[in-house]
């Protein structure tokens, strides 16, 4: 059984020349959208097999990824692709440096305190700028922001699913 992994979405077109404006899920948006790169298109609600298509050019405009794919360079295309999910299959995720982790290992992980406190699990990554932030489901509800930096991010066990964080004055208020 093929597992998937969600690199994007498709969410508009660009242009009348096939781009096809995505926003990315992935921290690997160089390596993923090169040219020559392949993506699988799953549609949402469809029964159909995902469509396999190679990355023809890849630019960044504003907060989106802009694609063109091999063979589909007209609007009219891209456009009965709006909605879908870009993704890469098991096979294709590269190995990562030491203290480099993708998102699905991630979310889902329960975080403690030094102390083995439980803070909740983690539903989210954000990436907004110099470094990601985490948002934990605590207790409650309550959503609490960690960043990932060594100062508070202390252990990371994926194979376990615990994340263990020494949480500095006020980040848990």
């Not at 029964?47 to 694609?67: C, G, I, N, Q, Y």
């Not at 609007?75 to 890469?88: A, D, F, P, R, T």
């Not at 990601?132 to 960043?147: A, H, N, Q, R, T």
């Not at 930096?149 to 949480?167: A, T, W």
Request: overall charge negative.
């Amino acid at each position: 059984m093929q597992k998937w992994f969600n690199v994007g979405k498709i969410v508009n077109t660009h242009g009348i020349k096939g781009e096809a404006r995505v926003i990315s899920k992935t921290d690997f948006a160089d390596e993923r959208y090169k040219p020559g790169s392949k993506l699988y298109l799953f549609m949402p609600d469809s029964k159909a097999e995902p469509v396999e298509l190679t990355v023809k050019s890849h630019r960044t405009h504003k907060s989106f990824d802009l694609l063109i794919f091999e063979g589909y360079e007209n609007i009219n295309q891209i456009e009965k692709m709006k909605g879908g999910i870009l993704k890469v299959s098991e096979d294709q995720l590269g190995a990562l440096e030491e203290d480099e982790f993708y998102y699905h290992e991630i979310i889902g992980c329960i975080v403690e305190t030094l102390e083995g406190e439980e803070v909740g699990k983690i539903k989210e990554i954000l990436s907004p700028g110099a470094n990601d932030v985490w948002v934990i489901k605590g207790k409650g509800g309550k959503e609490i922001l960690i960043p990932y930096i060594e100062d508070v991010v202390k252990e990371v066990n994926v194979n376990e699913k615990r994340i263990v964080i020494n949480p500095i004055e006020g980040l848990l208020s």
